[in-house]
Every structure is written in structure tokens, then in C-alpha cells.
Nanobody, 120 residues
Framework: QVQLVESGGGLVQAGGSLRLSCAAS????????TGWYRQAPGKQRELVAT???????IYADSVKGRFTISTDNAKNTVYLQMNSQKPEDTAVYYC??????????????WGNGTLVTVSS
């Protein structure tokens, strides 16, 4: 059974930093990419950052230059370093793992989310 557990959320002032962690348990085969999504109140869930198994990264325009995604495969953990936080970053952040050979052939796993609140 696969389980993703996010941690590291909390309250931070604008301009501050947080690091989110996502620890995976259970066996996941053929991981293509891992990433972070977020959902703010009244908004759709959006992609924040993703990193492929080959190390390529993609960031939402709103977080480029401020957020960094990384993985520690030995620890089965993916991180999201969030610097220069803005109130607009306030959201529930979700960890995602895509397991499969490609975009249309695989399984997505999700964590339950961790709340990040950025005060102005």
C-alpha cells in the first residue's frame, strides 16, 4: 500500500521560508515524476513544481526563482524549498507521485496535504 505524507507546513511571514517534505511509504514502481501542487481557497488546484526521474524541473511562473524542488531517493522523500514567501502562496500543498512510463500510462498518488499560511 502506497502512502504519501506531507509535512513542514505552517505559518510564516511574508519574505520568510519554509521547506515542505513528502515521505513515501510502500512500494512504488517506475516513478516518472514527483511534484507539488497547491490549492488556495476558492481556486483550482495548480501545479507548483515537478521534477522528473531524470532531474528535469518545471515551475509555475508564480514561484520561479523562489521555490526549489528536490528529491532524496534513498529516503523516498521529495522536498519543496519555499523562499521569499508571499501571501499569495497561502494554500494547501499536496505531494504527487506519477508512476508509469509516460504521461498517459501510469498511476498518480497523492498525499493529504499540508497547510501553508503566509501572513502579510
Amino acid at each position: 500500500q502506497v502512502q504519501l505524507v506531507e509535512s513542514g507546513g505552517g505559518l510564516v511571514q511574508a519574505g520568510g521560508s519554509l521547506r515542505l517534505s513528502c515521505a513515501a511509504s510502500g512500494r512504488i514502481f517506475s516513478i516518472s515524476a514527483t511534484g507539488w501542487y497547491r490549492q488556495a481557497p476558492g481556486k483550482q488546484r495548480e501545479l507548483v513544481a515537478t521534477i522528473t526521474s531524470g532531474g528535469n524541473t518545471i515551475y509555475a511562473d508564480s514561484v520561479k526563482g523562489r521555490f526549489t524542488i528536490s528529491t532524496d531517493n534513498a529516503k523516498n522523500t521529495v522536498y519543496l524549498q519555499m523562499n521569499s514567501q508571499k501571501p499569495e502562496d497561502t494554500a494547501v500543498y499536496y505531494c504527487n507521485v506519477w508512476a508509469g512510463p509516460g504521461a498517459f500510462h501510469g498511476v498518480a498518488y497523492w498525499g493529504n496535504g499540508t497547510l501553508v499560511t503566509v501572513s502579510s
